[in-house]
């Protein structure tokens, strides 16, 4: 254990929101609590345009169901809130989107080459380093105008990452790949703009992003991986479908899948998961 304390100031990170892209979004920074995303889904019907930041997290939650580890050791645990009226279908590509922003500005901020395994993995080096968490909470509406609560969670590993041992998938922090340092604000700040970016965007804004720029994060694009959901052996990654599932090549056809497990298969260790 390598405790830091949590530095992140909330009103600094709202006025620097505000004056370097306008954006009026409340910040709540909170030194402890159980998951910055349980917190937000919670507390949907008031939580729009709201972001809330933990220095640590009790009860993580990781997508399909896993423990997210959130020791206080500067890493980042931010969700995000926003009231929609998009449909569910549209917003199954906001995850691909999101950390398509994040990648573009972590990678520009801090010169690594951040890849991106579908749907949302962040990898630094070969080895996770984050994720991303969409929820979703139905508010009330009428048919014509349903309205959802999205909470949209980031995790980064920024100083530290979890032992192999303890999560046995190898996994990296953004630190240990940039020599000069970083604060945990400085991430949080790139990371929220890159959230309010995509959130401004159009649909078919979306799709483009995704057609033009996804191709080049994409860490398994015609690279060998295995899908349980298809069948033992291998298939061939032939990256995204234009509804942002993962497009696969598998005994002679090409499938689609949209969850489940998928991992690549050239490597004999896990390669991702929790972090
Ligand atoms: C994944 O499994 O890759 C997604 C991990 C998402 C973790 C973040 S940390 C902030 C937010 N709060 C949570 O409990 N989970 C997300």
């Not at 939650?61 to 959130?70: E, F, H």
């Not at 010169?111 to 968490?133: R, S, T």
């Not at 996994?171 to 790139?190: E, F, G, K, R």
């Not at 690279?223 to 032939?238: T, Y």
Request: hydrophobic content about 40%; overall charge negative; glycine content about 8%.
């Amino acid at each position: 254990m390598n405790d830091k304390p949590f530095e992140c100031d909330a009103t600094a990170l709202q006025d620097q929101l505000k004056e370097s892209i306008g954006c009026q979004a409340r910040v709540e920074c909170v030194e402890r609590l159980t998951s910055t995303n349980t917190v937000l889904k919670r507390n949907a019907l008031e939580s729009h345009d709201k972001f809330l930041l933990a220095g640590q997290q009790s009860s993580g939650v990781g997508r399909r169901g896993s423990v997210w580890q959130s020791p206080p050791e500067g890493n980042l645990y931010l969700s995000y809130c926003f009231h929609t009226e998009t449909s569910l279908a549209d917003l199954s590509l906001l995850p691909l989107a999101f950390a398509l922003a994040i990648a573009d500005r972590v990678e520009s901020e801090f010169a690594v080459d951040v890849k991106i395994k579908w749907p949302n993995d962040l990898f630094v080096g070969g080895k996770k380093c984050g994720g991303i968490l969409l929820e979703t909470v139905s508010l009330s509406g009428d048919s014509a105008h349903q309205r959802t609560a999205v909470i949209v969670g980031v995790g980064i590993n920024v100083a530290s990452h979890p032992s192999y041992q303890s999560i046995e998938r190898l996994t990296t922090a953004l630190q240990a790949h940039v020599d000069s340092p970083m604060s945990l604000s400085q991430v949080a700040l790139l990371v929220m703009t890159a959230i309010v970016e995509v959130c401004r965007l159009e649909t078919t804004q979306v799709r483009r992003r995704l057609a033009l720029y996804w191709p080049r994060r994409d860490l398994l694009l015609n690279l060998p991986v295995r899908v349980p959901m298809l069948g033992d052996g291998f298939g061939i990654a032939r990256g995204l479908s234009l509804d942002g599932g993962l497009q696969v090549e598998f005994r002679g056809a090409l499938e689609t899948v949209y969850a489940g497990e998928v991992t690549l298969g050239h490597v004999e260790s896990k390669e991702g998961g929790s972090a």
